[in-house]
């Protein structure tokens, strides 16, 4: 492989611009990666793995690699990184790099969709269930009250989320 | 009766409601009561704001954050993730530069966050403010003899430096064991009692990387505790041991029947002698079985007035 200083600094500028602050400390000794779960589960391009390359300026070269989606956000590797590298706020960075280059799975689309319309991530209509189990039918949460959804939506209208055409 | 604001997130008001009953039917019987936040929204959710902009991600938490706050009250969440969620973000709040932006935006919608409120957990509100003792005290049915498996679930324990409460060995979580063993039942340590179910992003990605985790998991409970229930403290670990158990089943990757599983305020309430049907109602794994011997006649400790 080729080091070219120029993709490193683009790299290393992008993922902290995006919230991984600390990536620069890490020194690739792979605690993050013996308590990851998702390393476990087979995902190749996660906390040790996934510094290596962005640290290695190939950051396009990985945009479509779907590990980062994988990640449960357990930070267990933040708490063990002797680095204060905070791992898992570099996955989400490189999370949200892929994100705002549309480079993302398509069911994910509906999860952003729900948010906009009802506040939840996750919606299904609740008033049977609520209704078998005593409770009133709707929830005193943003899906039954219209000025807690016109405020959701203002605050992602307003948001760099409100500009990638999606809602 | 002291009060908290109490956050619902969304897997429990709408697809587990019965997990919310059992809240709003203890609690206030253990002497806390549980304050509605109105129009509160989704934490948001890892998949959602949080993969897309940081900035994005506090402003909609501040906005829940700040519901609590206008109530003078503190937060109790029942999804770990939320826990999680609410939590980061107040904690990145901590930097001045992005609290003004944040503010910033929130003013566009006449809120302000403060920082006055704190994040607990469900399972943090009973350990630390209701106690051992007087769940003790509370119980109608003795859980002795039963064996648990406990679940505590990834957001709930790291990183510790941004919670109010954590656990002492975060890999060797005790608060949920504690407050089972308050029922009377026996909590037997387990090999993968630290490890990760396997649901949120991961499912979503990769099922089968998922499941991979999942029946290692189960297979570590089956084998060293023979538990005859499961018990959790996040709403997400409940949902994947619920529903892919059978599924586990189907494919014979396990040889065994699912285990039921419960969220603990569940358990507690039945324990408590609440109606089964209102407080442990919806689930794909039949669990009549375990709630009829929990609630039989022998398990009676005192009549409850």
């Known amino acids: 492989m080729i080091i070219d200083q120029k993709k490193i600094d683009e790299a290393i500028d992008t993922i902290v611009a995006y919230g991984g602050e600390y990536i620069r400390e890490c020194v690739q000794c792979g605690a993050c990666s013996a308590v990851c779960p998702g390393v476990r589960a087979g995902f190749p391009l996660l906390c040790r793995n996934l510094i290596r390359h962005l640290l290695n300026g190939q950051l396009e070269e990985i945009i479509e690699d779907s590990s980062s989606w994988g990640c449960q956000a357990c930070s267990r590797c933040t708490e063990v990184c002797p680095q204060g590298v905070r791992p898992q706020e570099v996955v989400f960075a490189f999370r949200r790099y892929q994100a705002n280059q549309l480079a993302f799975s398509t069911s994910s689309v509906t999860s952003q969709m729900n948010l906009f319309e009802t506040g939840h991530a996750v919606y299904v209509d609740p008033k049977e269930a609520r209704k078998k189990v005593g409770l009133p039918e709707t929830t005193p949460t943003s899906a039954f009250d219209e000025q807690a959804k016109q405020e959701i939506q203002t605050l992602i209208n307003n948001s760099p989320m409100g500009q990638l055409g999606l809602f | ?305």
Not at chain 2, 98 to 125: C, E, M, P, W
Not at chain 2, 257 to 277: H, K
């Open chain 2, 1 to 305: 009766m002291e009060k908290i604001g109490l956050y619902l997130g969304c897997n429990i008001p709408l697809k587990a409601p019965d997990i919310e009953q059992s809240f709003r039917q203890v609690f206030p019987a253990l002497g806390i009561e549980p304050v509605d936040l109105q129009g509160a929204s989704c934490c948001p959710a890892w998949g959602t704001a949080p993969s897309f902009d940081l900035n994005t991600w506090c402003v909609l938490s501040c906005r829940n954050i700040a519901l609590a706050e206008d109530r003078g009250v503190d937060i109790m969440t029942g999804c770990n993730s939320c826990f999680g969620i609410l939590s980061e973000a107040k904690h990145f709040m901590k930097d001045r530069d992005r609290r003004k932006a944040v503010n910033a935006q929130l003013a566009t919608i006449n809120r302000r966050f403060k920082g006055t409120s704190d994040i607990y957990h469900v399972a943090h509100v009973l350990h630390r403010k209701v106690g051992a003792d007087k769940i003790r005290e509370s119980l109608k049915y003795s859980l002795e003899g039963l064996k648990i498996a406990v679940q505590t679930g990834c957001h709930a324990l790291w990183p510790t430096d941004v919670y109010k409460v954590s656990e002492t060995n975060p890999y060797h979580p005790a608060i949920l064991r504690e407050l089972c063993e308050a029922t009377g039942a026996t909590v037997p340590h387990y090999s993968r009692l630290e490890g990760c179910c396997g649901m949120g992003g991961m499912r979503s990605t990769d099922p089968e990387k998922a499941l991979k985790l999942l029946r290692e998991k189960l297979l570590s409970i089956k084998e060293e505790t023979q538990a005859d229930m499961i018990v959790t403290t996040c709403s997400s670990c409940f949902l994947q041991f619920d529903m892919s158990q059978p599924i586990l089943k189907e494919r014979g990757l396990i040889d065994f029947d699912p285990i039921p599983t419960f969220y603990y305020t569940q358990v507690l309430a039945l324990a408590m002698g609440f109606d089964p049907s209102q407080v442990a109602a919806i689930s794909q794994i039949d669990r009549s079985a375990v709630i009829g011997e929990m609630q039989s006649e022998k398990r009676l400790i005192k009549e409850v007035a």
